[in-house]
């Protein structure tokens, strides 16, 4: 894993370097989608929903040939120190399994992935590449190791079944969270 941490208060920067416009080929809108922005809230947390003074922004972008992800986490106001952030595979208002480390300053992750940048205290933005060596299966929800589990994350992006989250001391549980991807709708094809 190849990263960067820088501390900049704003996520401006980071979201313009990796851009944040979506590509999008076919008519429903999902196989194709490279980009995938959210806002973190306390409100989007699960089981609790969290009233935090914190407040971030994430912005994942798949290369084109589908072996890496670059990514730009910001966050603010925490009240007190970050501990980790992970992207998650779960649906909004579900809990996941961690599946890929963003940033790290307690313990250490699984030693069958790459050691993640640390996580800037009081604030900032961190910036990485994820590919396959950084996937850590989650066997009971399906997500294989290596290479496969990274082609499963992605699909998994494009359909709304993952979450960035960030945590802390006082909520080591998470205390910011945002969904990735937009869930496909289950309306029916309009043939007529």
Do not use: W
Request: hydrophobic share 35%; glycine share 12%; net charge negative.
């Amino acid at each position: 894993m190849r990263h960067r941490v820088t501390i900049i208060p704003i996520a401006v920067a980071a979201l313009a370097a990796l851009g944040a416009s979506t590509a999008i080929a076919d008519g429903k809108g999902h196989d194709n989608v490279r980009t995938f922005p959210t806002t973190l809230s306390g409100y989007n947390e699960t089981p609790s929903t969290i009233n935090s003074t914190g407040s971030g922004e994430f912005v994942a972008k798949v290369n084109n040939d589908e072996s890496s992800v670059s990514y730009a986490l910001t966050y603010r106001d925490l009240g007190t120190p970050v501990i980790q952030a992970h992207i998650h595979f779960g649906r909004p208002s579900l809990n996941g399994g961690v599946v890929l480390f963003l940033c790290n300053t307690s313990g250490s992750p699984p030693a069958t992935v790459p050691t993640p940048p640390p996580c800037p205290q009081g604030g900032g933005t961190v910036t990485g590449t994820l590919t396959a060596a950084d996937v850590i299966a989650v066997a009971g929800q399906g997500i294989d190791p290596g290479a496969a589990g990274f082609a499963e994350m992605i699909k998994a992006l494009r359909n709304g079944a993952a979450y960035a989250n960030v945590h802390t001391q006082l909520r080591p549980g998470g205390e910011i969270r945002g969904p990735l991807g937009k869930a496909p709708d289950n309306d029916e094809d309009d043939d007529d």
